[in-house]
Protein backbone atom coordinates (compact mmCIF):
# COMPACT_ATOMS: atom_id res chain seq x y z
CA UNK A 1 0.00 0.00 0.00
CA UNK A 2 3.14 2.60 0.75
CA UNK A 3 4.69 1.82 -2.64
CA UNK A 4 1.09 2.21 -4.88
CA UNK A 5 1.20 5.32 -2.78
CA UNK A 6 4.46 6.85 -3.22
CA UNK A 7 4.42 5.75 -7.12
CA UNK A 8 0.91 7.75 -7.59
CA UNK A 9 2.77 10.94 -6.06
CA UNK A 10 6.05 10.01 -7.86
CA UNK A 11 3.84 10.26 -10.70
CA UNK A 12 2.62 13.62 -10.51
CA UNK A 13 5.52 15.35 -8.80
CA UNK A 14 7.90 14.81 -11.58
CA UNK A 15 6.59 17.31 -13.73
CA UNK A 16 5.55 19.60 -10.99
CA UNK A 17 9.18 19.59 -9.41
CA UNK A 18 10.81 19.30 -12.77
CA UNK A 19 9.14 22.78 -14.43
CA UNK A 20 12.24 24.32 -12.20
CA UNK A 21 14.57 22.44 -13.51
CA UNK A 22 14.12 23.85 -17.29
CA UNK A 23 12.90 27.34 -16.06
CA UNK A 24 16.34 29.00 -17.76
CA UNK A 25 15.58 27.01 -21.00
CA UNK A 26 11.91 27.91 -20.94
CA UNK A 27 12.89 31.66 -20.05
CA UNK A 28 15.47 31.73 -22.82
CA UNK A 29 13.33 30.39 -25.58
CA UNK A 30 10.90 33.45 -25.15
CA UNK A 31 12.98 36.46 -23.12
CA UNK A 32 10.79 36.13 -20.30
CA UNK A 33 11.50 38.57 -16.98
CA UNK A 34 11.90 36.52 -13.60
CA UNK A 35 8.43 37.53 -12.18
CA UNK A 36 6.66 36.22 -15.39
CA UNK A 37 8.93 32.86 -15.16
CA UNK A 38 7.98 32.44 -12.01
CA UNK A 39 4.59 32.71 -13.09
CA UNK A 40 5.04 29.74 -14.97
CA UNK A 41 6.62 28.13 -12.50
CA UNK A 42 3.36 28.73 -10.17
CA UNK A 43 1.23 27.79 -12.78
CA UNK A 44 0.51 24.07 -11.33
CA UNK A 45 0.41 25.20 -7.79
CA UNK A 46 -2.90 27.23 -9.62
CA UNK A 47 -4.29 24.03 -10.40
CA UNK A 48 -3.34 22.52 -7.03
CA UNK A 49 -4.91 25.36 -5.34
CA UNK A 50 -7.89 25.25 -6.98
CA UNK A 51 -8.82 21.58 -6.96
CA UNK A 52 -7.29 20.53 -3.75
CA UNK A 53 -10.24 20.67 -1.56
CA UNK A 54 -12.62 18.84 -4.12
CA UNK A 55 -10.37 15.94 -4.57
CA UNK A 56 -10.18 15.89 -0.52
CA UNK A 57 -13.70 16.00 -0.54
CA UNK A 58 -13.66 12.37 -3.64
CA UNK A 59 -11.36 10.50 -1.40
CA UNK A 60 -13.66 10.81 1.07
CA UNK A 61 -17.02 10.15 -0.88
CA UNK A 62 -15.28 7.12 -3.73
CA UNK A 63 -12.08 5.77 -2.03
CA UNK A 64 -7.94 6.47 -2.45
CA UNK A 65 -7.46 3.85 -5.47
CA UNK A 66 -9.47 6.17 -8.34
CA UNK A 67 -7.64 9.24 -7.69
CA UNK A 68 -4.32 7.46 -6.81
CA UNK A 69 -4.87 5.83 -10.74
CA UNK A 70 -6.59 9.15 -12.62
CA UNK A 71 -3.97 11.33 -10.61
CA UNK A 72 -0.50 10.53 -12.97
CA UNK A 73 -2.87 9.92 -15.72
CA UNK A 74 -3.94 13.23 -16.07
CA UNK A 75 -0.67 14.43 -15.34
CA UNK A 76 0.69 13.04 -18.34
CA UNK A 77 -1.45 13.79 -20.30
CA UNK A 78 -1.46 17.75 -19.54
CA UNK A 79 2.57 18.31 -19.84
CA UNK A 80 2.46 16.39 -23.27
CA UNK A 81 0.11 18.87 -24.39
CA UNK A 82 2.17 21.82 -22.54
CA UNK A 83 5.15 20.36 -24.44
CA UNK A 84 3.35 21.05 -27.67
CA UNK A 85 2.39 25.06 -26.51
CA UNK A 86 3.54 27.30 -28.96
CA UNK A 87 3.50 29.95 -26.42
CA UNK A 88 4.51 30.95 -23.02
CA UNK A 89 0.39 31.78 -22.30
CA UNK A 90 -0.62 28.46 -23.43
CA UNK A 91 1.93 26.60 -21.20
CA UNK A 92 0.91 28.06 -18.41
CA UNK A 93 -2.60 27.68 -18.92
CA UNK A 94 -1.97 23.64 -19.39
CA UNK A 95 0.18 23.62 -16.36
CA UNK A 96 -2.66 24.95 -14.27
CA UNK A 97 -4.98 21.76 -15.87
CA UNK A 98 -2.02 19.76 -15.05
CA UNK A 99 -2.05 21.25 -11.31
CA UNK A 100 -6.02 19.46 -11.31
CA UNK A 101 -4.62 16.30 -11.72
CA UNK A 102 -1.46 16.84 -9.35
CA UNK A 103 -4.29 17.61 -6.54
CA UNK A 104 -5.15 14.12 -5.88
CA UNK A 105 -2.28 12.36 -5.13
CA UNK A 106 -1.71 14.33 -1.55
CA UNK A 107 -5.47 13.68 0.45
CA UNK A 108 -5.71 9.93 -1.73
CA UNK A 109 -1.80 9.08 -0.57
CA UNK A 110 -2.49 11.02 2.80
CA UNK A 111 -5.39 9.02 3.47
CA UNK A 112 -4.01 5.87 2.50
CA UNK A 113 -1.07 6.26 5.54
CA UNK A 114 -3.87 7.45 8.11
CA UNK A 115 -5.71 4.35 7.52
CA UNK A 116 -2.87 2.22 7.17
CA UNK A 117 -0.50 2.96 9.73
CA UNK A 118 -0.65 3.47 13.33
CA UNK A 119 -0.17 5.83 14.83
CA UNK A 120 3.53 4.77 16.37
CA UNK A 121 4.99 4.28 12.87
CA UNK A 122 2.49 6.66 10.69
CA UNK A 123 4.99 9.93 10.91
CA UNK A 124 7.68 7.63 9.26
CA UNK A 125 5.27 6.13 6.61
CA UNK A 126 4.33 8.92 5.96
CA UNK A 127 8.09 10.80 5.62
CA UNK A 128 8.38 7.64 3.22
CA UNK A 129 5.65 8.69 0.93
CA UNK A 130 6.12 12.20 1.20
CA UNK A 131 9.61 11.87 0.21
CA UNK A 132 9.16 10.97 -3.15
CA UNK A 133 8.16 14.95 -3.92
CA UNK A 134 11.59 15.65 -3.62
CA UNK A 135 12.79 12.02 -5.21
CA UNK A 136 11.21 13.15 -8.06
CA UNK A 137 12.67 16.46 -8.06
CA UNK A 138 16.12 14.87 -7.48
CA UNK A 139 15.34 12.67 -10.65
CA UNK A 140 13.94 15.82 -12.57
CA UNK A 141 16.91 18.12 -11.71
CA UNK A 142 19.50 15.41 -12.53
CA UNK A 143 17.94 14.14 -15.93
CA UNK A 144 16.12 16.54 -17.32
CA UNK A 145 18.59 19.38 -18.10
CA UNK A 146 20.63 16.52 -19.56
CA UNK A 147 17.64 15.39 -21.62
CA UNK A 148 16.84 18.82 -22.84
CA UNK A 149 20.35 19.41 -23.77
CA UNK A 150 19.78 16.72 -27.16
CA UNK A 151 16.15 17.14 -27.34
CA UNK A 152 15.18 20.42 -25.89
CA UNK A 153 13.12 21.58 -23.35
CA UNK A 154 9.67 20.23 -25.01
CA UNK A 155 11.67 16.69 -25.43
CA UNK A 156 12.29 16.39 -22.00
CA UNK A 157 9.24 17.46 -20.89
CA UNK A 158 7.57 14.76 -22.87
CA UNK A 159 10.16 11.88 -21.60
CA UNK A 160 9.08 12.94 -17.94
CA UNK A 161 5.08 12.89 -18.54
CA UNK A 162 5.42 9.28 -20.13
CA UNK A 163 7.46 8.38 -17.30
CA UNK A 164 4.32 9.77 -15.56
CA UNK A 165 1.89 8.17 -17.20
CA UNK A 166 3.89 4.40 -16.14
CA UNK A 167 3.51 5.57 -12.36
CA UNK A 168 -0.57 4.77 -12.56
CA UNK A 169 0.59 1.27 -13.27
CA UNK A 170 0.83 0.24 -9.22
CA UNK A 171 -2.17 1.73 -8.17
CA UNK A 172 -4.00 0.71 -10.60
CA UNK A 173 -2.80 -3.06 -9.86
CA UNK A 174 -2.43 -3.13 -6.14
CA UNK A 175 -4.19 -0.29 -4.14
CA UNK A 176 -6.84 -1.91 -1.71
CA UNK A 177 -9.35 -0.37 0.70
CA UNK A 178 -7.85 -1.58 4.63
CA UNK A 179 -9.45 -4.19 6.08
CA UNK A 180 -11.51 -2.27 8.68
CA UNK A 181 -14.82 -1.07 7.40
CA UNK A 182 -15.33 1.58 9.80
CA UNK A 183 -12.41 3.86 8.64
CA UNK A 184 -13.80 3.64 4.78
CA UNK A 185 -17.13 4.32 5.97
CA UNK A 186 -18.13 8.23 4.69
CA UNK A 187 -19.84 9.36 7.60
CA UNK A 188 -22.10 12.71 8.41
CA UNK A 189 -20.45 15.69 7.92
CA UNK A 190 -17.59 14.08 5.80
CA UNK A 191 -17.03 16.12 2.69
CA UNK A 192 -17.20 19.50 1.88
CA UNK A 193 -19.97 20.19 4.59
CA UNK A 194 -17.37 19.11 7.13
CA UNK A 195 -15.37 22.16 6.12
CA UNK A 196 -17.05 24.90 8.37
CA UNK A 197 -16.80 22.71 11.49
CA UNK A 198 -12.74 21.96 10.69
CA UNK A 199 -12.48 25.53 10.77
CA UNK A 200 -14.18 26.16 14.14
CA UNK A 201 -11.20 23.87 15.19
CA UNK A 202 -8.53 26.58 16.51
CA UNK A 203 -5.77 24.05 16.75
CA UNK A 204 -6.49 22.67 13.01
CA UNK A 205 -7.15 26.01 11.64
CA UNK A 206 -3.56 27.31 13.04
CA UNK A 207 -2.49 23.71 11.36
CA UNK A 208 -3.53 24.57 8.30
CA UNK A 209 -2.75 28.55 8.27
CA UNK A 210 1.12 27.42 9.08
CA UNK A 211 1.44 25.43 5.40
CA UNK A 212 1.59 28.95 3.03
CA UNK A 213 3.75 30.03 5.66
CA UNK A 214 6.08 27.41 5.30
CA UNK A 215 5.90 26.66 1.88
CA UNK A 216 6.78 30.34 0.83
CA UNK A 217 10.73 28.82 1.66
CA UNK A 218 9.48 25.22 0.13
CA UNK A 219 8.78 27.09 -3.40
CA UNK A 220 10.80 29.80 -3.02
CA UNK A 221 13.77 27.25 -2.74
CA UNK A 222 12.93 24.96 -5.74
CA UNK A 223 11.97 27.71 -8.04
CA UNK A 224 14.55 30.06 -7.66
CA UNK A 225 17.74 28.26 -6.13
CA UNK A 226 19.07 26.57 -9.35
CA UNK A 227 18.70 30.28 -11.30
CA UNK A 228 20.34 31.94 -8.38
CA UNK A 229 23.23 29.75 -8.46
CA UNK A 230 23.27 29.84 -12.23
CA UNK A 231 23.29 33.68 -12.04
CA UNK A 232 25.14 34.61 -9.22
CA UNK A 233 28.26 32.16 -9.84
CA UNK A 234 27.39 32.15 -13.89
CA UNK A 235 27.33 28.52 -13.94
CA UNK A 236 26.41 25.72 -16.07
CA UNK A 237 22.56 25.00 -16.37
CA UNK A 238 23.16 21.44 -15.97
CA UNK A 239 25.44 22.41 -12.84
CA UNK A 240 23.20 24.55 -11.05
CA UNK A 241 20.28 22.18 -11.29
CA UNK A 242 22.92 19.62 -9.61
CA UNK A 243 22.80 21.64 -6.74
CA UNK A 244 18.89 22.20 -6.94
CA UNK A 245 18.73 18.31 -7.34
CA UNK A 246 21.00 17.97 -3.66
CA UNK A 247 18.24 20.49 -2.19
CA UNK A 248 15.41 17.55 -2.98
CA UNK A 249 18.11 15.21 -1.64
CA UNK A 250 17.94 16.85 1.53
CA UNK A 251 14.42 17.15 1.31
CA UNK A 252 14.08 13.48 0.82
CA UNK A 253 15.86 12.66 4.15
CA UNK A 254 14.02 15.55 5.80
CA UNK A 255 10.75 14.17 5.51
CA UNK A 256 11.66 10.56 6.92
CA UNK A 257 13.78 11.95 9.53
CA UNK A 258 11.43 14.53 10.93
CA UNK A 259 8.83 12.06 10.94
CA UNK A 260 10.98 9.20 12.46
CA UNK A 261 11.73 12.06 15.25
CA UNK A 262 8.53 12.66 16.07
CA UNK A 263 7.53 8.96 16.18
CA UNK A 264 10.42 7.75 18.49
CA UNK A 265 12.02 10.80 20.47
CA UNK A 266 8.94 13.22 20.96
CA UNK A 267 6.31 9.37 21.33
CA UNK A 268 4.15 10.41 18.15
CA UNK A 269 3.59 13.83 19.24
CA UNK A 270 4.14 16.16 16.17
CA UNK A 271 4.27 19.91 17.38
CA UNK A 272 7.54 19.62 19.18
CA UNK A 273 9.25 19.08 15.71
CA UNK A 274 7.24 21.23 13.35
CA UNK A 275 8.06 23.98 15.59
CA UNK A 276 11.98 23.74 15.18
CA UNK A 277 11.31 24.51 11.65
CA UNK A 278 10.42 28.06 10.99
CA UNK A 279 13.54 29.56 12.95
CA UNK A 280 16.02 26.81 11.47
CA UNK A 281 14.93 27.70 7.68
CA UNK A 282 15.34 31.70 8.39
CA UNK A 283 18.56 31.08 9.74
CA UNK A 284 19.51 28.95 6.56
CA UNK A 285 18.18 31.21 4.40
CA UNK A 286 20.23 34.09 6.33
CA UNK A 287 23.45 32.15 5.40
CA UNK A 288 22.07 31.51 1.61
CA UNK A 289 22.09 35.10 1.10
CA UNK A 290 25.58 35.66 2.81
CA UNK A 291 27.28 33.29 0.72
CA UNK A 292 30.79 34.91 -0.64
CA UNK A 293 30.84 35.51 -4.35
CA UNK A 294 33.66 32.71 -4.09
CA UNK A 295 32.28 30.47 -2.01
CA UNK A 296 33.41 26.64 -2.85
CA UNK A 297 31.17 24.39 -4.06
CA UNK A 298 31.58 22.21 -1.72
CA UNK A 299 30.22 24.72 0.73
CA UNK A 300 27.29 25.35 -1.47
CA UNK A 301 26.48 21.94 -2.01
CA UNK A 302 26.23 21.60 1.88
CA UNK A 303 23.76 24.60 2.33
CA UNK A 304 21.69 23.39 -0.41
CA UNK A 305 21.21 19.55 1.06
CA UNK A 306 20.59 21.45 4.70
CA UNK A 307 18.29 23.97 3.16
CA UNK A 308 16.53 21.11 1.38
CA UNK A 309 16.51 19.12 4.69
CA UNK A 310 14.33 21.85 6.52
CA UNK A 311 12.47 23.62 4.05
CA UNK A 312 11.01 20.78 1.64
CA UNK A 313 11.02 18.25 4.73
CA UNK A 314 8.42 19.52 6.59
CA UNK A 315 5.48 18.42 4.46
CA UNK A 316 5.10 14.78 5.62
CA UNK A 317 4.83 16.14 9.24
CA UNK A 318 2.14 18.61 9.07
CA UNK A 319 -0.02 16.13 6.89
CA UNK A 320 0.38 13.72 9.65
CA UNK A 321 -0.46 16.07 11.99
CA UNK A 322 -3.36 17.31 10.21
CA UNK A 323 -5.10 13.79 9.32
CA UNK A 324 -4.55 12.54 12.80
CA UNK A 325 -6.40 15.58 14.20
CA UNK A 326 -9.43 15.22 11.70
CA UNK A 327 -9.70 11.39 11.88
CA UNK A 328 -10.27 8.64 9.42
CA UNK A 329 -13.80 9.90 8.25
CA UNK A 330 -12.87 13.83 6.77
CA UNK A 331 -8.88 13.17 6.63
CA UNK A 332 -9.18 12.79 3.00
CA UNK A 333 -11.21 16.49 3.27
CA UNK A 334 -9.03 17.86 5.73
CA UNK A 335 -5.81 17.50 3.73
CA UNK A 336 -6.78 18.83 0.44
CA UNK A 337 -8.38 21.98 2.51
CA UNK A 338 -4.95 22.19 3.89
CA UNK A 339 -2.94 21.25 0.73
CA UNK A 340 -5.26 24.22 -0.73
CA UNK A 341 -4.06 26.82 1.83
CA UNK A 342 -0.34 25.51 1.47
CA UNK A 343 -0.44 25.82 -2.84
CA UNK A 344 -2.03 29.35 -2.25
CA UNK A 345 1.52 30.23 -0.71
CA UNK A 346 2.99 28.47 -3.44
CA UNK A 347 1.08 30.21 -6.35
CA UNK A 348 1.61 33.25 -4.64
CA UNK A 349 5.28 33.25 -3.70
CA UNK A 350 7.32 32.47 -6.74
CA UNK A 351 5.97 35.18 -8.87
CA UNK A 352 6.49 37.89 -6.00
CA UNK A 353 9.70 36.57 -5.24
CA UNK A 354 10.87 37.23 -8.87
CA UNK A 355 9.15 40.61 -9.54
CA UNK A 356 10.88 42.04 -6.48
CA UNK A 357 14.57 40.51 -7.48
CA UNK A 358 13.58 41.91 -10.41
CA UNK A 359 12.78 45.66 -8.75
CA UNK A 360 15.70 45.28 -6.56
CA UNK A 361 18.08 43.98 -9.17
CA UNK A 362 19.54 41.63 -6.01
CA UNK A 363 18.73 38.65 -4.44
CA UNK A 364 19.92 39.36 -1.37
CA UNK A 365 16.82 42.00 0.18
CA UNK A 366 14.27 38.56 -1.51
CA UNK A 367 16.14 35.91 0.97
CA UNK A 368 16.03 38.09 4.17
CA UNK A 369 12.47 38.84 3.62
CA UNK A 370 11.44 35.14 3.07
CA UNK A 371 13.42 34.33 6.23
CA UNK A 372 10.91 36.81 8.42
CA UNK A 373 7.88 35.54 6.73
CA UNK A 374 9.35 31.83 7.86
CA UNK A 375 9.92 33.53 11.73
CA UNK A 376 6.26 34.60 11.65
CA UNK A 377 5.02 31.29 11.55
CA UNK A 378 6.54 30.85 15.48
CA UNK A 379 2.71 33.22 16.10
CA UNK A 380 0.46 29.98 15.50
CA UNK A 381 2.05 27.75 17.71
CA UNK A 382 0.18 28.82 20.91
CA UNK A 383 -2.83 27.74 19.37
CA UNK A 384 -1.69 24.27 18.36
CA UNK A 385 -2.35 21.60 20.45
CA UNK A 386 -1.63 17.71 20.68
CA UNK A 387 -4.79 15.22 20.35
CA UNK A 388 -4.64 12.63 23.45
CA UNK A 389 -3.28 9.24 22.24
Not at 64 to 89: D, Q
Not at 160 to 176: C, D, E, K, T
Not at 226 to 253: F, H, I, K, S, T
Not at 366 to 384: E, K, Q
Amino acid sequence: MLATAVAAQLGCSLIHQGMPALAPLIQAEWALSRGELGMIVAAINVGVFLASTVSGDLVDRVGERPLLVVGPLGVAAGALLASLASSPLLVTALLVAVGVFVSTSGPAGGKAMLVWFAPRIRGFAMGLRQTSVPLAGVVAAATLPALAAGLGWRGALQVAALASGLAALLPWLIYRDPPDPATTTVRERSGLQAIPALLRDRSLLATILLGPLLVAGHWTLVAYLGLYLYERYDLPVAVAAGYLALAQVGGVVGRIAWGVASDVVWDGRRKPVLILIPPLGALLVVLLAALPADASPPLIGALAIVLGATLIGWNALIMTFQAEQAGPARAGTTLGLGIATIFLGAVLVPPAFGALVDRLGSYQPAWLLLALVLLSALALFPFMHERAR
